[in-house]
């Protein structure tokens, strides 16, 4: 079955620096690549998503990309805030049906 | 418009006990997804509906747990003789069809002592 990793597990970062999370996965039928910011406390809530058919998706000062070749893809965050300290997640599906996420990442932002 | 919801938020039971998780999706949503959260872990796949349906449920760890969803709208998350190891944060998510943006629940929280 698929296989999602994620690195780093913990980021710290300084307020208005990038912050770059990376994830691979194990099954090259996966299609549909989302990310998940969850809050202490709160439900996971999606952030952006991309699918295998595009390399690179952006939206404000969050992107995606992905490498199907390599089968591995990356969020990126830029000028960070301190409230995007949270916990990420990553997460792939093939024939778009379950989720399999990665362990998170723990992104802190100071100010 | 409501988001999906859970109930109940918090659930304690006794070792060996029955519990019953609710989850109610995003009205018009047909596929509906169970996940399992531990403390420091990403949500776990557990089962999945299309409609009425489990068109997947190859995530559920063994035959203590089953789900419902009658009416291809709410569906109930059963435990049977529940275990200490089956304390963890119990999410649901529903999405338009498959494929699409999954909304998760506030989840239930169980805790069996």
């Known amino acids: 079955g698929e296989n999602v990793e994620q690195h780093p597990s913990t980021l710290s970062v300084q307020e208005g620096d990038s912050a770059v999370i990376k994830c691979t996965y194990s099954?090259?039928?996966?299609?549909?690549f989302p990310w998940y910011k969850q809050e202490l406390g709160k439900r996971p809530q999606l952030i952006i998503d991309i699918r295998s058919n595009v390399g690179e998706k952006k939206d404000q000062r969050i992107a995606v990309t992905l490498n199907k070749t390599a089968k591995h893809f990356s969020l990126h965050i830029t000028e960070t805030q301190p409230e995007d300290s949270a916990v990420y997640f990553c997460?792939?599906?093939?024939?778009?049906?379950?989720?399999?996420f990665g362990t998170g990442t723990r992104l802190l932002v100071s100010p | 418009g409501a988001g999906v919801s859970q109930t109940p938020s918090n659930k304690v039971t006794e070792k060996g006990k029955y519990v019953e998780l609710r989850c109610d999706p995003i009205s018009g949503h047909t596929a509906l997804y169970w996940y399992r959260q531990s403390l420091g872990q990403g949500p776990e796949f557990l089962i999945y509906?299309?409609?009425?349906?489990?068109?997947?449920d190859s995530g559920l760890p063994n035959d203590r747990f089953f789900a419902v969803r009658p009416e291809g709208s709410v569906s109930t998350l059963k435990i049977q003789r529940t275990e200490r190891g089956d304390s963890a944060m119990y999410l649901c998510?529903?999405?338009?069809?498959?494929?699409?943006?999954?909304?998760f629940g506030p989840g239930t929280r169980l805790t069996v002592l």
């Open positions: 509906f299309q409609g009425t349906g489990a068109a997947d």
């Open positions: 998510a529903s999405s338009l069809g498959p494929g699409d943006e999954q909304f």
């Open positions: 997460a792939a599906s093939s024939h778009f049906q379950k989720l399999v």
């Open positions: 099954d090259s039928a996966s299609n549909y």
